[in-house]
Structures are given as structure tokens and as C-alpha cells.
T-cell receptor, first 112, second 112 residues
Framework: LAKTTQPISMDSYEGQEVNITCSHN???????ITWYQQFPSQGPRFIIQ???TKVTNEVASLFIPADRKSSTLSLPRVSLSDTAVYYC?????????????FGGGTRLMVKP | GAGVSQSPSNKVTEKGKDVELRCDPI?????LYWYRQSLGQGLEFLIY????????KSGLPSDRFSAERTGGSVSTLTIQRTQQEDSAVYLC??????????FGSGTRLTVV
């Protein structure tokens, strides 16, 4: 399993863009990169997934460089409600068993 | 159903008693996962079911923990002779086989 490394915590202010970077130096050819968001007292929620280059949806963007050894989750114009823990996972999209390990995540605090 | 349903949402039990936690996955999802999350911590993988294959039990912390998945749908996590260190939120997730997990809201277990 490819191990991931993320910052433990980040602070931001409302309206700013937040970028959270995840390192995954041992990513395999078949591995996808997936990000989850978790609010207190709730289960994690899928945000975005990508394989290479850039993926964008209504919530976030995911930037993946050519070597795929890292990825950056970008949250545009954060609000107080984006305060949560963000988890990066790496694994084979065709083998759900390879997506088992959640790291410690990044605790994002958005301040007014 | 529309989402992953877990019951009970809260459970308080006395040390030494057995408890059963239930998970109803999304209909048609072949993969089902159990995780444990202690207060302020990341997710700890417990067990994974994929279709009719033998479950991956590599994350179960002791032989007091067991899980079943009947008919490829509902799953029950059983903890025998509960200990105070078992107190945590137990999260269930299902997926259609890829990386897009859908989590339930969890069962908060308190052992007193």
C-alpha cells in the first residue's frame, strides 16, 4: 500500500484559497488518489478523485504532477463550514481492498 | 437504501459485556468496510468484505472482535467482553468496488 503524508493541521481565513498537499512517493501505476472530508461526529465524505493532471468538481480541484508522487487538494474561497479533517488516500481503483488505510489527515481550521 | 445506515447510533455498555453493531450498506455495493475512530484520531481499519471472498480481517485488534456479512448485504460487528479501550466511534462504509466509499454516521460506543 502506498503510504501518504499530509500536514497535521492548517489554518486559513474565510474567502481564501486553501491548498493541502499530500505526498505519496511509492504510488503504483494503477493507483488513484482520493480525498475525503470529515466533519465532527460524521463519517468521512468523498470529495474528489484523480489519476493525473487536474480534476475539478463543484467542491474542489485536485492537482497531480506528472510524477504523481504528490497531489494537492485545492479548496477555493473557503468558508467557516469547510473546517474539517481532510484525508488523502492512494490505491487501485479496481481493487477496493487497496484503499484501506486512512492516515491522520489534515485538520483545517477556517477562521472568520 | 439511499445511504449507509448504522445502528445503534450510540451504545453505552458495561465492561465485560458483549455488543453487536449493525451496518446496512448501500444496495448493490459489493465491498463493505469497518473502521474505528477514537476521539480526535484518524480512522483505524478493522475488516473488509468483498463479495463472496473471504474477509480481510487483518485490522481486527484482538480475537474479541469479529464480524459477519450475511447474504452479501448487512454486516454485524461483534465485540466480546468489552474493555474501556474499545470505546470509540465505529464506522461502516460500502463501495461498488472502486474507491468511492460511502460512510455511515457511525456508532459511538462507550464502555463504562
Amino acid at each position: 500500500l502506498a503510504k501518504t503524508t499530509q500536514p497535521i493541521s492548517m489554518d486559513s481565513y474565510e474567502g481564501q484559497e486553501v491548498n493541502i498537499t499530500c505526498s505519496h512517493n511509492n504510488i503504483a501505476t494503477n493507483d488513484y488518489i482520493t480525498w475525503y472530508q470529515q466533519f465532527p461526529s460524521q463519517g468521512p465524505r468523498f470529495i474528489i478523485q484523480g489519476y493525473k493532471t487536474k480534476v475539478t468538481n463543484e467542491v474542489a480541484s485536485l492537482f497531480i504532477p506528472a510524477d504523481r508522487k504528490s497531489s494537492t487538494l485545492s479548496l477555493p474561497r473557503v468558508s467557516l463550514s469547510d473546517t474539517a479533517v481532510y484525508y488523502c488516500l492512494v490505491g487501485d481503483n479496481n481493487n477496493a481492498g487497496n484503499m484501506l488505510t486512512f492516515g491522520g489527515g489534515t485538520r483545517l481550521m477556517v477562521k472568520p | 437504501g439511499a445511504g449507509v445506515s448504522q445502528s445503534p447510533s450510540n451504545k453505552v455498555t458495561e465492561k465485560g459485556k458483549d455488543v453487536e453493531l449493525r451496518c446496512d450498506p448501500i444496495s448493490g455495493h459489493t465491498a463493505l468496510y469497518w473502521y474505528r475512530q477514537s476521539l480526535g484520531q484518524g480512522l483505524e481499519f478493522l475488516i473488509y468484505f468483498q463479495g463472496n471472498s473471504a474477509p480481510d480481517k487483518s485490522g481486527l485488534p484482538s480475537d474479541r472482535f469479529s464480524a459477519e456479512r450475511t447474504g452479501g448485504s448487512v454486516s454485524t460487528l461483534t465485540i466480546q467482553r468489552t474493555q474501556q479501550e474499545d470505546s470509540a466511534v465505529y464506522l461502516c462504509a460500502s463501495s461498488p468496488g472502486g474507491a468511492g466509499y460511502t460512510f455511515g454516521s457511525g456508532t459511538r460506543l462507550t464502555v463504562v
